[in-house]
Structures are given as C-alpha cells and as structure tokens.
C-alpha cells in the first residue's frame, strides 16, 4: 500500500470521532480501516474485561463470535498477543489454538495454517484491549511493516480512549440532570456491566436501566420466566451509587410462608420452634445497599403489608421482637406475573403494588430480540467449549437458522440448557475426539425443547383443532394445555411425574400451568 493510502485509512480512522453513531459504529470502523491497510480476511476488536477479553466489533467473523468471552487462561494465543507491548506475528504453524477456529465466515474448517497478527491496545499506559488479524494465507503478512501496524494501534487506541471519554461526559451529564430533578445525591463511580444484546428491545432496555440506576426509586422488573430478570437487577445496582454495597436476593417462591417473614425482617431468640438464636434478616444485611425480591407475587398477603411499613418508613422489627431497626435499602422487585391482574383478584396489596412499581421495567422476550439469539448462543457455546475440555465449538448455518425461528417459550434459561444439551449430542455422535465440534440444528433438538413433547403423546388429528388464523403463541399455549391435561390425567393428578414425563422442572411446569389457568 503506497503512503497515501494509508494516510487516507488513517483519516478515516480519525473521522470515526466526528460522527454521531451508535457507540459499537466507531469500533466497526475501526476494523473497516484496518481492512484498508493490511490483507487480511478476518478482524477484530476486543476489551479487556479483568481476565476475560470481549469482541465488541468483528469483520469476516460469524455473528455470534459477539456474544462469546475469551479467558485468557484458555486462550494462550490471545494471551500471547496481548503480553507484547507492540504487534506481534505468530508463525504460520504455530500450535497454539487460535480462539476463531471454526468462526471464520465462508470456513467450516479449523484454521491450520494461516497467517495471524496481533496488537495490544493501551488507554492511560493500561492494556485496554487487542486489536486481531487473521489471513486465510500464510503468507498474506509477510510483506507487511508491523510498524505501520504499531502507528495504526496506537491511533486506535487514542479513538477508543477520545470516545470512552466523551460517551462518559455525556452519560455523567445525564444522570446527573436525573439525579437533580429526583433530589438525590451525586452519584457514585459506576461500575458497568453488560447485558448482551443489540437488538432495539434490548437497547431500550438499557437505556432505561441507564434513567433509573442513579436514582433510589423502587423498580419493578417484569418479564417471562428465563427473560434474565436478576441480571438486569444486577446491573441496575452496579450503574448505582450502592455500588459497592451489597446486592442482597431473597427469592420469594422458594419458602414456606411462616419463614418468609424471618428471612426478610429477621427474628429474635424463641420467636417461634427452632428459632435457638437471635438472627438479621435479608432487609438489615442489604443495609447502605440493595435488596432484590424475586417472585414478589408469591409473597403471602400478611407479609405485604409488613413489606409495605418497610418501603414507607425504612423502619422494621425482628419478629418476636418490639425493638425497631431503621435500614437504608434500595428495593427491587422481579415478577412474571401481571401484578396489576393479582391485585384485581385480591391476592396482591393494591398499596404495596404501586409502592413497588415507581419505575416499572419489562424484560423482552428472546423471541422479540431478533438476532440477539445468536449473540447469546455465542456465550453459552464458549461455556461449554470449556466445560466439555474442546478446542473449538461452533454452530452450523442450519442451527443459526434453526435458533433465530423458534418462538423460545422458555426465552434465555431455555436457549442456555438447549446448547448445552446439544453440545453433549455433538460429541456423543463423534466417533473421535475433534479438535473443533460443530453444533447443527439435528443436535438442537428444538421440537422437544419448544415443549411440544413426543408426537406419539400427541393425537394425530391435534394440530386440526387449532383454527385457522390461530396466532403462533396461542396455538403453542393451547397445546401446551392439552399436554399438561393429559400428563396429570395419566399420573391422577401427581405433578412430579407428570413433570418428568415432560421433561420440565416441577416448578417451572406449575408456573406455567398458572399462566395457563390450570391452577
């Protein structure tokens, strides 16, 4: 490449900072660039993230490579390139495994021999990231100035660094316009945390988890089973100024009702059988910081109204005890029940919903996120990689097509036990070892997974009774009744053999039975 054209990919490498695009845009750019000056078929931008790098932008690599985080103790490769101050170029036949082994667009083949560079970037004299390149022929860099690969490194780096900075002004400045308008206090440094995806649904989310976190406001997380609701509980409190504070979380359905009120507010010594010493419940251990109630709706009636006096007054008693304790507790609560609809059943406080819901947030189903499924299938397939002991683990186009069709009932719980299971199916069906293991949509397994059962538990004649016109949830929630009917029909109403029969978790079926109105 002749000097004017790399200064010409160098402009538009600094052109990415006057242009107001979402914030991964400068990073495809970047890349864009890159793909100017050096020959390659494949690049990538990731950031370190403690011990683990994280792809924010890839060019000639499949889509859910995104989704995926590299360890550096698995990846030596990567952590080769990244102990280099400067760019380094891995021999043509070096051994060790390259992390995109089986990701390379248009290859369904392992990467053997092929060229590979690297360049560490760097932001305040600290590694923020690595910078890939990756070239289907071993020879595709041996022409090529790692000079002018430093120059582009260090340009890079100062990109991300100018864009990190202004992204951080103007989100300062935001939330602090929201924290004086709530009369709240400064916050304090924020400790980011990712939640995986890109489609518009999940964008929005974000940005209202960005509105509310600064603020002390109760919120009220809803959303179907398997949506991610603590996640995104997780990083309401760590964009908060209880950061560094603990997250406490008491799950709600999971205990009898006469020790719900023990574990949120505490006891003293004798309160009741078996209570031998004086204890703080999950409200005091939360104290300076959070609490999250999962499965809110489960929570009996005489408990609301002594969680509602908490909320109102920070003020509690242990029971069995007349002494008062004052807590400081940021309150969060997830539910996939419609709240709005118990309290018009009279089995949740009208009093304590709204308390609760001062800042109601919904989490989208997977089926609405669009390609977002192939993202987080990229993360549940590095967790597997490892776990399994592979070199590699990869989907097939047919899985990838297979994933981004499904109406995913059991939304992101239900896609993560769906690849390990195929996973342990890919390997089971080789006879050696492979050093890359590919995931195709036979392995996926997705009529069982979608809850549809054995079609020899089916009529014959079942999928004529749906009428034309039938939307897709409602034709699957119809058959979803017709199965669980006929499983506790078979069983005499027992729920744990009608559950196994069915292959779902007992509590996941009787939460789904009542949605369904079997209960």
Known sequence: MTPPQQLAAFAQVVETLARDEPDEA???????????????DATALLRLEGD????LAVIGLSHDTLGRRFRLQDHPRLLTLLQRRGPTRLAADCQLPDPYDGLVEGRTGQLEVHDCMGCPLYVDERPWGLLTLDALNPQAFAAVDLAVLDAFGR?????VAAGERISGLAKRAQREQQLARALAQDPAPLRHRDLVGHSAPMRHLQAEIDTVAATDLTVLIGGETGVGKELVAQAIHARSRRAQQPLITLNCAALPDNLVESELFGHVRGAFTGAVRERCGKFELADSGTLLLDEIGELPMPVQAKLLRVLQSGQLQRLGSDR???????????????????????????????????????????RERGRDVLLLAGGFLEENRVRLGLRGLRLAADAQQALLHQPWPGNVRELEHLIGRAALRARAQQPQRPRILTVHAQ?????????????????ADRAADAPTGTGLRQ??????????????????????????ELRVDRANLHRLAGRLGLK
């Open 475 to 500: 034709a699957v929630d119809e058959l979803q009744t017709h199965l669980i009917r006929a499983a506790l029909s078979r069983h005499a109403g027992n729920w744990a053999k009608a559950a196994r």
């Open 324 to 366: 008062e304790h004052h807590v400081d507790v940021r309150v969060l609560a997830a539910t996939n029940r419609e709240l709005a609809a118990e309290v018009r059943a009279g089995r949740f406080r009208a009093d304590l919903y709204h308390r609760l819901s001062a800042y109601p947030l919904t989490v989208p189903p997977l």
């Open 443 to 459: 392995h996926l397994d997705l009529l069982l997974a979608i809850g549809t059962a054995p079609a020899a538990a089916v009529p």
């Open 26 to 40: 400068p990073y495809r750019h970047l890349l864009e660039a890159a793909l100017t000056l050096f020959p390659c």
């Open 155 to 159: 340009l890079a780096a100062a990109v």
């Open 52 to 55: 683990t790098l994280q792809p």
